[in-house]
């Protein structure tokens, strides 16, 4: 009995030691400790890491674990954490990711926000913040609003006698056309591509800037309705299978080819890549907005941003440390890799100029120019299983099995019953 | 009653052997009760819990319903679990004899202790202690399209490359074949032993009879190691219809599902699409599968598995 007694109350004592947020400093301040989650890597840790030493600095009392979770299995990972009610306080949330957290009331409300002066609310680019808004409610900010761009590799197009797409798009001529063109000409030397729409096999959404150039798009306005299967979704698809098996001037799918190797002419990915891009030396690199089409040029809008969840112990310091990340200094630290959606800090020298960014004309032409051209990935609170459709027509066209016509006749007989339920 | 039993009688009222072997029996609880309440804590309640699961419809995050059997239904009518389940069945199919053949041979071509044997069992063994998932991204670049290794040989004989693991006819097959070559190791390792057991004498009695090396393998060697092929074909069966890292790394189901399993099916229910209702059914199916495949096996083992007895 009374060794029964000694391991409970050691037990009482460990679990009041335990208790978060219970302990207190020298100056009587509860010592609060927050977790942040990210998709980051090493180089964007560091540019928190710093952020948040300034902050230490007016907040002692304050302690963040910054957790990192990969990009692929992040919405997993925080759905699971959510079922089990081990939600980190705060954390990125990509735009695919949002329908499925808010759906699940597992974002808190952040609308504080607007009414705080001394966050300048409207400098935020107005349309970035539409994906985090039902109502009054505000469910996050964005700190990352790349567009999808092309980075192109520069020694190969001179080499090649072929001008630049900074160069045709500064005459109005960087057209879809020339794109192709340009890279079955460099395709033309062995081991090399013209071009790789693919950060991985499975992110086919640069292929919607070629299908919305030419007057279509995934889905209609109020997403009820897949509507890649028309005129311009197959002309998309038709580019894609003449470039990877007529002209082979794309890689064929289980290619390993990277374009830091210096063995892709052109490369699409969002402004973010440019973390990669800066440590290329072999050689010159540039960026350059998508194509121009028939119907112009609307390029995809790539985003992430601050959301705090559901549950949190500590709300108004979690809120406190969203609205630092998400301020002018905030994000004048995190436009080291992330295009800005403010525009005080998206039109500054300190985000232009960064060392090793592209020539500021470029930056200007594909980057500034066209966040207000630019629209935000379509999004459905079903995304995964539509993602599963879509790849599975992906399949087909890289395995020769059925014509684009068919895939995406395929594609919509399946995706449509998901959007109209 | 004689003295004798008068005596035993005695002993057995002064220390009465009921309660003794009470204690004995509550001891031995308390020495397996971690174990217990290990399997308890972190198998069976689980394991119930996930049962309750598959008759709701759980969608991770919100409110779960119970839903009855509509999961099971629901499953053994959709065209994609029957393909899973046909892929699956075409992977075991598939990957068994390959691995219990290749592991036999390999067993009797190293089991003479000859100079250079150990490194060859090594050789052999040292993918069964690689980790799968290294193992399954290595070979996903030996089989890469355009640079990779295995294009490459087969340039120089001027044969096409090919893209394995994006063609629904070869993808199935290279995996089945990687994953053969993880695991014959260990079925090898087994055979090695089985055949230390054969009494050389029987294979001298069938010399002198004037069998050759094909009959004494058959009438002496089979027989005898037949209870570790029993074992290593249970086994592996087993371990081939849980298939999922290879799958997960190497194809992720693609292309057009040719190498979707009932594992990988399963995850992708609960952990892509969040419904872990569905999931947990299909796991239960996966269960009573296997559950019933062995027990086939246990039953068929007496037509063909020696016993000395």
Redesign the interface.
């Known amino acids: 009995m009374k060794r029964w007694s000694i391991s409970a109350g050691l037990l009482l004592v460990v679990a009041g030691c335990s208790s978060s947020g219970g302990s207190t400093d020298a100056n009587g301040d509860e010592q609060i400790e927050l977790t942040f989650s990210t998709w980051g890597n090493e180089n964007h840790i560091a540019v928190y890491e710093e952020l948040l030493e300034a902050y230490y600095v007016d907040h002692p009392n304050i302690h963040v674990t910054i957790q990192t979770t990969p990009f692929p299995d992040y919405q997993?990972n925080m759905?699971?954490l959510?079922?089990g009610q081990e939600l980190p306080d705060i954390g990125w949330a990509a735009e695919r990711m949002v329908p499925q957290f808010i759906e699940?009331?597992?974002l808190a409300d952040l609308s504080a926000l607007r009414e705080d002066e001394s966050f300048h609310f409207e400098d935020i680019l107005p349309g970035t913040i539409t994906q985090y808004e039902v109502g009054d409610a505000l469910y996050g900010v964005p700190f990352s609003s790349p567009p999808h761009i092309i980075f192109y590799n520069k020694t190969l197009f001179e080499k090649n006698g072929l001008e630049t797409p900074q160069e045709l798009e500064s005459r109005g001529e960087w057209t879809w056309e020339a794109f192709e063109e340009a890279a079955a000409v460099i395709a033309e030397e062995e081991?090399v591509y013209g071009a790789n729409f693919f950060r991985a096999?499975?992110t086919w959404e640069n292929l919607l800037a070629h299908t919305r150039a030419e007057g279509g798009d995934l889905f209609n306005e109020d997403t009820t309705e897949f509507t890649w299967n028309s005129e311009a979704g197959i002309s998309t698809l038709e580019m894609l299978d003449r470039m990877m098996f007529e002209d082979r001037s794309h890689?064929?799918?289980?290619?390993?080819?990277a374009f830091e190797a210096g063995n892709v002419g052109m490369f699409f990915d969002v402004y973010s890549y440019v973390s990669t891009a800066r440590g290329i030396e072999d050689f010159e690199w540039d960026i350059a907005p998508v194509p121009l089409g028939s119907q112009g040029r609307s390029p995809i809008l790539g985003q992430a941003g601050y959301v705090m969840f559901e549950g949190t112990e500590h709300p108004e310091e979690a809120l406190d440390l969203i609205r630092y990340f998400a301020s002018e200094t905030g994000m004048e630290a995190t436009s080291t890799y992330f295009a800005p959606p403010r525009v005080s800090v998206l039109e500054s020298d300190a985000f232009i100029e960064q060392p090793g960014n592209p020539p500021r004309e470029s930056m200007e032409s594909t980057i500034l120019n066209l966040s207000e051209e630019s629209r935000v990935l379509p999004i459905h609170p079903e995304w995964?299983?539509i993602d599963?459709h879509i790849?599975?027509g992906f399949?087909?066209l890289?395995?020769q099995?059925a014509e684009p016509a068919d895939i995406l006749e395929q594609m919509e007989a399946s995706i449509n019953p998901l959007v109209q339920e | 009653m004689n003295a004798d039993v008068q005596a035993e009688w005695r002993q057995k009222k002064k220390r009465p052997r009921k309660p003794m072997f009470k204690r004995d029996e509550l001891a031995g609880w308390l020495f397996i009760s971690p174990m217990l309440l290990g399997f308890t804590i972190f198998m069976f309640i689980p394991i119930g819990f996930a049962f309750y699961m598959s008759f709701t419809d759980w969608p991770l995050l919100g409110q779960s319903e119970f839903i009855g059997t509509a999961n099971y239904q629901a499953i053994v009518q959709d065209p994609e679990f029957q393909k899973v389940m046909k892929n699956t069945v075409l992977f075991t199919a598939g990957l068994v004899p390959f691995n219990i053949i290749l592991a036999l041979g390999l067993a009797l071509l190293l089991r003479h202790p000859l100079p250079g044997m150990g490194l060859f069992r090594t050789i052999v063994f040292v993918p069964v202690v690689t980790t799968l998932v290294v193992w399954a991204i290595v070979w996903r670049y030996m089989f890469a399209t355009d640079f990779g290794f295995i294009n490459s040989i087969l340039a120089w004989f001027g044969i096409e490359p090919q893209a394995y693991l994006y063609n629904k006819n070869l993808a199935m097959p290279v995996v089945i074949l990687t994953s053969v070559l993880k695991n014959v190791g260990l079925n090898m390792v087994l055979f090695l032993a089985a055949l230390q057991m054969v009494p050389k004498n029987l294979y001298e009695a069938a010399r002198i009879d004037g069998a050759g090396s094909w009959r004494q393998f058959k009438n002496i060697t089979l027989p005898i190691i037949s209870p570790t092929v029993f074992l290593a074909t249970i086994i592996t069966i087993i371990g081939a219809m849980k298939i999922f890292a290879q799958i997960f790394v190497m194809t992720k189901g693609g292309p057009e599902s040719s190498t979707k399993v009932i594992v990988y099916y399963i995850w992708e229910k609960a952990f892509r699409l969040f419904d872990m209702g569905y999931a947990s059914a299909a796991a239960f199916i996966l269960f009573f599968v296997i559950f019933a495949f062995t027990l086939i096996q246990w039953w068929l083992r007496k037509r063909w598995v020696y016993n000395e007895d």
């Open positions: 997993q759905t699971v959510a079922a699940n009331n597992i081991g096999w499975e890689p064929r799918a289980g290619d390993q080819v995964q299983n599963n790849l599975q399949d087909h890289f395995g099995t």
